[in-house]
């Protein structure tokens, strides 16, 4: 890679360091060796360095809503995406990575909930792996498993025996299928890991929830990460009709349940945490288990407001991911960022965080939730994993002299990025992804996804009977409305 010198009007190195104007960052070999003042500043305009940013969970998933899956929950979100199942999971990934690259993202979790179902898993997941390399960003991988509740949270006998003939045929095939053994899970993980794993890409073990994996699963993945040190992704207490069904199933408390189990432990990362009680956030913050929040996926599908300022004060770790819904579904993390400390931030003159330790601690805890190194902090000696943004188009009236890391969390958007630097390789340069075609691959993928939609005519007059079945169900069996 050899050694490469970018000039800045400012740089943000990390809540400790804080910003150096006027000032250069040299690197060499994919490692910062010389952050100083004194730059010579390019002539192609004023620019703000800062770490690159993370995205600490996603599924590598197309725009959900050119799919329908429009003002709807969770529960029935997710049964309606399935009309964007991958058609070339290379081409998938390939496009979902390369926006987040281009938004700013230096690292992503891919928790992989949705397989094509066109090739072997393994060869699926060299199918990502290749699409992480080719775009450039540090990528964990986490195939997510589930072996009970297919249709809802219980017997789903009683959704299915109301649906028409040819709909409940049609749901059954796609929803109702055998499960995989916990035993040939892990043993299917570790193949996967063997055959993608290096500096830039951690796979992990990854429960899709507590309501989709059953008790000898989830004791299963905590064994095997305690024994190997494997990282654990998986969501948890998302929705109301989550948090029901946990404690029903739970009496004695789902979170307590993950700490007796092992479960519950700083190689855990868990998304969203909606509806988490006082005390399960105390014993997540025990544990040293992260949460990731995502502001505008929660708010896309009426999931609710995350107490993360509470689970902040608390201890726990936090985390920001995009979800496959950001705020204008354009995989926007700086936006999203902006919308978290904005949200939890603090009241009146009272704060949560300042701006600099709240990024601060989103890219650190992103990086541990996705195996990358380091803490995202610019230093010597540290990854080089930055993002150059354009200082001109931020800072657009200069008016007086305002913090650009103020600013940018007052305005900031994807539009600013110009340059992102991962492991010492530039991979986006003037907003474009170097590694690979964006457009033409979202071309690809639109024509692919058109002619698989048309195939599946069966499931799209199955979905009116199944959508009014799956409402009826969860507001009579989870007590909520």
């Known amino acids: 890679m050899g050694t490469a010198e970018v000039a800045a009007t400012s740089i943000f190195c990390g809540p400790e360091a804080g910003l150096i104007d006027n000032a250069r960052l040299v690197h060499r070999d994919g490692i910062i060796t010389e952050i100083a003042a004194g730059g010579a500043l390019a002539s192609s305009g004023r620019t703000f360095i ?20 429009v003002n709807m929950p969770l529960e029935s979100w997710i049964m309606r995406s ?108 570790d193949v996967i890991a063997e055959a993608i794993t290096g500096p830039t890409i951690d796979v992990q073990f990854g429960p899709a929830g507590v309501q989709w994996c059953s008790q000898p699963l989830l004791e299963a993945i905590a064994e095997s990460s305690a024994r190997t040190g494997r990282r654990i992704h998986m969501h948890l207490l998302e929705t109301i009709y989550q948090r029901a069904w946990a404690d029903q199933a739970y009496p004695k408390g789902i979170v307590r349940y993950l700490k007796d189990i092992g479960l519950l432990s700083e190689r855990l990362t868990l998304a969203h945490c909606i509806h988490t009680t006082p005390e399960e956030r105390d014993l997540i913050a025990e544990s040293g288990a992260r949460i990731v929040t995502n502001f505008s996926s929660n708010m896309h599908i009426h999931s609710g407001f995350a107490p993360i300022a509470d689970a902040h004060k608390r201890g726990c770790p936090i985390a920001v991911g995009v979800d496959g819904l950001a705020l204008d579904e354009d995989d926007d993390v700086i936006r999203e960022m902006r919308l978290v400390q904005m949200m939890h931030g603090g009241t009146g003159f009272e704060r949560t965080w300042s701006r600099a330790e709240f990024f601060g601690l989103a890219i650190r805890n992103g990086r541990n939730a996705t195996g990358a190194p380091g803490t995202g902090a610019l230093a010597v000696g540290a990854p080089a994993d930055f993002v150059v943004l354009d200082l001109d188009k931020l800072d657009r009236d200069v008016i007086m002299p305002v913090s650009s890391l103020e600013l940018l969390f007052a305005r900031g958007n994807a539009s600013l990025v110009r340059d992102v630097v991962v492991n ?58």
């Open 82 to 189: 399935a009309f964007g199942t991958p058609p070339d999971p290379y081409l998938a990934a390939a496009s979902a990575l390369a926006r987040a690259a281009r938004a700013g993202c230096g690292a992503m979790m891919v928790h992989y909930t949705r397989p094509s179902g066109t090739m072997p898993l393994v060869d699926e997941a060299k199918a990502i792996g290749k699409a992480a390399h080719d775009v450039g960003i540090r990528m964990a991988f986490a195939l997510a498993v589930r072996d009970q509740n297919p249709i809802v949270y219980g017997d789903g006998e009683q959704v299915l025996r109301k649906l028409p003939p040819a709909t409940r045929s049609t749901i059954e095939e796609m929803f109702v299928r055998p499960a995989m053994s916990q035993k040939d899970y892990i043993a299917l993980t």
């Open 50 to 69: 800062i770490p690159a940013l993370v995205n600490a969970h996603d599924h590598a998933r197309p725009t959900a809503s050119s799919f329908g899956a």
């Open 424 to 481: 010492g390789r530039t991979v986006v340069t003037n907003g474009a992804v170097l590694g690979v075609d964006l457009s033409a691959i979202d071309s690809e993928l639109r024509e692919r996804y058109r002619a698989g939609v048309k195939k599946m005519s069966g499931f799209q007059a199955a979905w009116a009977p199944l959508e009014t079945e799956l409402a009826t169900w969860y507001r009579t069996h989870c007590g909520c409305g």
